[in-house]
């Protein structure tokens, strides 16, 4: 009886300690995290600057773990990809109810594209060109990680990057500053909505700064080395963006800037971010980037420890140098007290902000977890966004469809083969940086064209093929779960009961491309060819004589240079989340209008790269468009200059005419503004959406500028037989860059507008701008 009533008094202490926990008044933020500063010793300030992952820590045992005993002691900040309400909620008690302090901990996790309901990749979602629903996508995900006890994304990433060989090009939003900014704007209010403190948002994290996505050769984790005017114009941008929004945290790169490595960097982390942006809240290394620079040769982890605070480093992720060094750096005067207290105070700022002094477990709601994740709604919700997404590259004219329209859409009728290793691959449709998604959850290819045209047709499958010939690259392609069950069949088997199924069909539906693993961090390419297994098994199919239509699974625009020229169709559906098989088959069977738009140029062939529609004219510009060779002129001797697929190049099932374009005034000040107009004409037989571009060249500048540069973009939807007029206003601002000085002007003279479908239009008018 005596053991009960002991237990009774202990369980109703720590109940009614809880209770009090919630939503308690507390002083204003500054004079808060000042007191709490000033009862904190040396050892529990750099213990707010460290960032473990979770390690061993599993439900019910979290009090035995190695990271429990230094959350006890006050040695820990944060615990990051640690995953579930039960177990955030059971090591949140150990840093609020053990430690001496009582300050909670930060959670945070690759909230990236989605959380169990997952969205398409980055790249794939940008090509939506609709800053509403990537920012109803972020909210989404926001809703569902919170509900799950996270606090904290390490999202959006918004590194520009135009060379397609780098994996990462999956996460990121493309290759054009402007959009990338838009889009950084959008998922950073969607994460964080007005009020951090509010349960259902999280703290987001921009990444990587900076120039991340500009390693040489395309390679991973590599030297990235270039002028700081195109620092400024072409890369700075979306961060900047991101940092405007109000974005509470940064992550810094891996890479090196200026030959010193960006978590050592003050240039960028202090006099960039913190003096010319104004960013007030914290930066956080990447996983062992402290550890990383000794392998930079920068010097011991003492050494890189002490650059990294005194660059403006204020969170050290698992590298332990922090933790490890830094009491004996102040010790020795390598680093200040000063220098110290100013990381903690931005990191118990976050927490104040967060809303976790006034109730630690405002993010561990029970019945959240069980309702909010998951749910129909927001499966709905990121099916519509996913078919969205899909750009459609081909759509040649087919006996399957109206006279003079493309194969696509297909009908719901007759016998359909859907062929391809990515046709039954429901662990793949989630794609890279999909931590948190259930992928036996996720819809595939097979599953949504049955699920679309119901008892209508007869749906035959058939793998074909493997992803690749070598099985070892195939496991590296498809790690992290991701698998595709290799077949052990040898390749003629396979491909004969392929070309058995295809032969009873009426049309062919081939899953080809890469694997989910195939693109994201560490998967960068040699080549981006779809692999040859699956390409011998393209040409044997289109040996047979039936209409094919190629869904391309990818993270990253690939050399299709033999399949344009060959393939009636070609439909990139990227990698679409966990409802890719029902937003694919939507528009391939005519549901959904294909609106989406690339984000990234498509080049003819990797020699090309880097390719990118905003590049600057050279003193000996090629004199022709048709791709004829002229000596002595910027053009390759095997090859024209032009790529595969522009950026902003995207067809619709309709077809959309533009007219001509109107200036307001051919002459411009500084204090005012011209509004440049379009008449668009849906001519074709469907309703559908078009993204309406702008684009602007100046013409003469103080150092030399792009060709053309996206300052503008409308979505709009236009009813068959329908003409709506766009207008863009341009103002000043859209005319500024910077200069050889690096300051941000706007300087008179002439400037060309072009309006129109994608990048490669010529629709233009003309204006001055003068003192």
Not at 169 to 176: F, K, N, P, Q, T
Not at 194 to 204: A, I, M, P, V, W
């Amino acid at each position: 009886m005596k053991i009960k009533i002991t237990l009774f008094l202990l369980l109703f202490t720590s109940f009614v300690f809880a209770q009090k926990q919630k939503n308690i008044a507390i002083a204003p933020k500054e004079i808060f995290v000042s007191e709490l500063m000033s009862k904190m010793t040396l050892e529990e300030k750099i213990g707010q600057l460290n960032l473990p992952t979770s390690g061993d820590i599993t439900t019910g045992q979290a009090n035995s773990s190695n990271v429990a005993k230094n959350i006890e002691q006050g040695k820990v900040g944060g615990l990051f990809n640690i995953k579930s309400i039960h177990k955030i909620k059971e090591v949140q008690k150990i840093a609020v109810e053990k430690s001496r302090l009582k300050i909670p901990l930060l959670f945070g996790m690759d909230v990236i594209h989605g959380y169990e309901t997952t969205f398409p990749i980055p790249l794939g979602l940008s090509c939506t060109w609709d800053m509403n629903l990537i920012k109803r996508s972020a909210q989404i995900a926001a809703q569902e990680a919170s509900a799950d006890g996270i606090n904290w994304t390490f999202s959006p990433m918004v590194d520009i990057s135009r060379d397609p060989r780098w994996g990462r090009v999956s996460e990121g939003s493309g290759e054009d500053p402007y959009l990338g900014s838009q889009i950084a704007k959008a998922m950073v209010t969607g994460y964080q909505g007005d009020d951090l403190s509010k349960n259902n948002t999280l703290l987001s994290c921009v990444k990587h700064f900076a120039l991340y996505g500009a390693p040489e050769g395309g390679r991973e984790y590599n030297t990235v080395d270039m002028s700081r005017i195109r620092m400024y114009n072409e890369y700075f941008p979306p961060y900047k963006a991101a940092i405007d929004a109000g974005v509470g945290s940064v992550m810094a790169s891996f890479n090196e800037i200026d030959g010193i490595p960006a978590t050592a960097n003050k240039w960028l982390m202090t006099d960039v971010l913190r003096k010319q942006w104004g960013f007030k809240g914290f930066v956080v290394t990447d996983y062992t980037a402290i550890m990383e620079m000794e392998y930079h040769g920068i010097g011991n982890m003492q050494t890189v420890s002490a650059l990294a605070l005194k660059a403006g480093i204020e969170m050290d992720m698992v590298s332990d140098g922090f933790l490890g060094t830094l009491k004996k750096s102040l010790d020795e005067g390598k680093v200040t007290i000063q220098e110290i207290d100013n990381a903690v105070r931005l990191i118990l700022n976050a927490k104040y902000d967060l809303g976790l002094f006034h109730d630690p477990y405002r993010y561990c709601d029970e019945k959240r977890a069980k309702t909010e994740i998951f749910t129909t709604s927001n499966r709905n919700e990121a099916r519509k966004i996913a078919s969205q997404s899909l750009v459609l590259l081909k759509n040649a004219p087919s006996p399957l469809g109206r006279a003079g329209e493309g194969i696509l859409p297909l009908k719901k009728s007759g016998t359909i083969a859907v062929i391809g290793p990515l046709a039954d691959a429901k662990e793949n449709m989630a794609g890279t940086w999909s931590v948190a998604t259930k992928q036996e959850n996720s819809i595939s290819l097979v599953t949504g064209i049955q699920s679309v045209v119901g008892t209508s047709a007869k749906v035959l499958y058939a793998k074909g093929s493997n992803l690749d010939y070598n099985e070892q690259l195939e496991e590296r392609a498809t790690m992290f779960g991701k698998t595709l069950r290799r077949d052990k069949r040898t390749k003629e088997e396979l491909l004969s009961e392929a070309l058995k199924i295809a032969n009873q069909s009426d049309v062919i539906i081939a899953a080809l491309g890469e694997s989910a693993e195939f693109s994201g961090e560490c998967s960068s390419r040699t080549s981006i060819k779809i692999p040859q297994a699956q390409k011998d098994l393209l040409n044997e199919l289109l040996k047979t004589g039936k209409p094919i239509v190629l869904t391309l699974f990818n993270g990253r625009p690939l050399d299709l240079t033999d399949e344009n020229a060959t393939v009636p169709a070609i439909l990139d559906v990227w990698f679409a989340g966990s409802e890719a098989g029902y937003a694919i088959a939507d528009v391939l069977f005519g549901n959904e209008n294909p609106s989406g738009k690339l984000t990234m140029t498509f080049p003819r062939t990797i020699g090309q790269i880097p390719i990118y529609y905003n590049a600057k004219n050279t003193g000996r510009p090629l004199g022709n468009s048709e791709g004829k060779f002229e000596k002595f002129k910027t053009n390759y001797i095997d090859e024209r200059n032009e790529p595969l697929f522009p950026f902003g190049f995207g067809l619709s099932y309709t077809t959309f005419t533009y007219g001509n374009l109107f200036i307001s005034s051919n002459k411009m000040t500084a204090s005012e503004t011209i509004n440049v107009s379009v008449p668009v004409t849906n001519s074709g037989n469907y309703d559908g959406k078009e993204v309406v571009q702008l684009y602007i060249r100046d013409v003469i500048g103080s150092v030399t500028r792009p060709l053309k540069e996206l300052k503008g973009f409308q979505k709009i939807e236009i009813n068959k037989g329908e003409t709506k007029t766009v207008t863009f206003e341009i103002s000043i601002e859209e005319l500024k860059f910077y200069n050889s000085d690096l300051q941000f002007v706007a300087e008179p003279g002439k400037f060309e507008v072009f309006i129109g479908s994608n990048s490669d239009t010529t629709s233009r008018v003309v204006f001055d701008l003068v003192n």
